[in-house]
């Protein structure tokens, strides 16, 4: 696969009633040739975290190259740094409010810090200075328009990532909701509710054992099931980005178990009652 | 026209909040370069009715040579075929879950049967078997991604259908709504209710004489009106899809009638008081 | 910059929902290579005003070239022109009813007229006539998908406009809220309230001055804010259209002042008492 910076794709909080995401890509269209993936608009307002783990669940696959911009900037008009990073699989554009935080981790460069993290190993950073990439004039509300969109067209017509500002050798990391293990029991949360009504934890599968019951809202759910098809009315399993994830069969989890965002999850492993002496 | 298998459009049901049409997009994105069409993500969760409803309204536009691309995909996860379906047209990826059934019926081939149905004259279809096409590993819950997206991907970039699968001869066709005509009258219902709150039956024109009278929901309207615009407060008139739809101009006559998808609706042709001699 | 007609910019009150939106993508596929670009498609169901209001946000940003159609468009099916227009920036395609209003306006061109303006100078525009650009047959309720659609593929492909239908010398210019100045107080009003709350007004930052009190929904606001940080529940700030906006720092202004579209804002020249001598 060759790497071509020919894929812009976009993260934000702005909806998609608006004209701010096509106003976006009037601005990307009017000065460079892309393909544009929309990863979602629907990031909760200002929720830094909400995007790191909507990214989380979707950089492994996005193209060699790709430009990958993140409008969730509740800091916009305010002297919070806005960045462009070189990464070995492409670039990311955005304000540097923690919306990397995954990326970094997954890696375990980052682990558990929180704050000013060093660059791992491959990555470069600077901090965007260099106004003539820019429109102008620069308004204080929508960076994404004026800052953001004109920079990921600058690095996809080839512009070197240090002729758009000074080099950092830092970017933010910032807490997010995580699982934690403790005497056997994991302690987790719902870090998301899908269209579905599914609820996905921050529970990894590498934290499960092959039989499990988790508790959440109050009710208890043996897993894992193998797939959404169930006589269950709500079931556990591993979701498609390798998280432990609670669904019900041709129904809202949600709806069902009234729970969203932040809620706690816990899961232990399952002890099988033998009832016969155990073969091979 | 020519045959350019360079553009795929997609059918799901998985909203466009979280990022899971973004990375279908992403994995083709990495894999070929084709123009997306989003034809709807707002399919109704898990039902195969509504998407081959929404296919019916749709495909005959496409361009030739596109790949279609449906994911409402309940079996996912369990021994459901996945298929891929060359037509005259262009081509079909998905579950074998009977989303084709308006495509098949429209021809007159599939009749009114049900189940397993021959495949048409010059259509084509295999199992998807080779995982070679296929990320790795493949997910129980995101077959979209994991299949679907690649084995898409793989028919932009010319692989013959055949290298992706076992032959099939024959394909799943649903249960629909559907109107029937007893006594001159046509009973049928309503299929979708859409953004302007227009009701849309499964009634089609060919069903219709000059003049009739519609009953639904407990009141009756004449019909047919020749556009949106009348001064009567609901409407019958022949929708962009060559069906019988229910409209209110300016407002949304499912709010006005209070009735949703599978709501009966009967029609009468309508006799007219002749008040002198007719003429001609 | 060159002009390339090769982007289409879309703009209607279809919804995403539907597959409307998706068939006009399918049949410009069909016809000729374009990006395409989704202004909104949240537009308020047959609001012309809101039509022209998403398109004052929005042209200034596309690209040269750029054939942006609009279908808001309560009057299809009955006589309303269908119109084509060349402009020293692209092309406009779309029923002639006022979404043009604010373009027009902006230049100081249409001033306050309303009804049939004259073209500004270096404009062109045609009575769509030509049936041969159109899908046949014409449905009465869908002229995006039957004529306006192939149009601008037929423009992207380089057809003259004249060969379009007959030449035009006016357009539709329609009423929409604008703020007056009298004797020293603004009279504007909400004319857009955002995916985030954000009441957006008719008030540019032309009628204000450096600093000013905001009077809406009973309360008012001290402005204007620098950014959307503050430690004020509710704001006043210069949007990024260079309108007044009211917004709530991490809130939705539009919940907290419970107001809409169409709500009366009042602006004064706040006095600053001096409380001791100016220096400088």
């Known amino acids: 696969m060759n790497e071509h910076r020919s894929v812009i794709a976009l993260l934000t909080d702005f909806g998609i009633e608006d004209t701010y995401v096509g106003v976006m890509k009037s601005v990307i269209a009017a000065r460079c040739s892309a393909s544009i993936i929309d990863l979602s608009h629907a990031v909760l307002p200002q929720n830094v975290q909400h995007a790191a783990y909507f990214l989380s669940t979707a950089y492994r696959y996005l193209p060699d190259g790709a430009v990958t911009v993140s409008v969730v900037d509740p800091g916009v008009g305010t002297p919070r740094r806005a960045i462009a990073v070189r990464w070995p699989r492409g670039y990311f554009v955005g304000p540097d409010n923690g919306w990397l935080t995954h990326v970094l981790r997954d890696d375990g460069h980052a682990g558990d810090r929180t704050g000013e993290v060093d660059l791992p190993y491959g990555w470069e950073a600077v901090e965007l200075q260099q106004a003539k990439f ?57 870090v998301h509710v899908d269209h579905f009504g599914n609820l996905i934890t921050d529970i990894s599968a590498d934290h499960l054992s092959d039989r499990f019951t988790v508790t959440v809202g109050g009710g208890t759910i043996e897993g894992p099931a193998e797939s959404y098809q169930s006589s269950e009315p709500v079931i556990a399993l591993i979701g498609s980005s390798g998280r432990l994830e609670i669904a019900a069969p041709n129904a809202s989890a949600a709806r069902l178990i009234a729970v969203g965002v932040g809620e706690p999850v816990t899961v232990v492993t399952r002890r099988t009652l033998e009832t016969g002496p155990a073969t091979g």
């Open 134 to 190: 820019w429109l102008s004039p620069v308004s204080s509300t929508f960076h994404g328009r004026d800052i953001f969109a004109p920079v990921a067209a600058a690095l996809v017509n080839g512009t070197p990532l240090v002729e758009l500002g000074a080099r950092r050798l830092t970017l933010v990391v910032i807490e997010t909701l995580h699982a934690t293990s403790e005497n056997g029991t994991v302690h987790g949360h719902v």
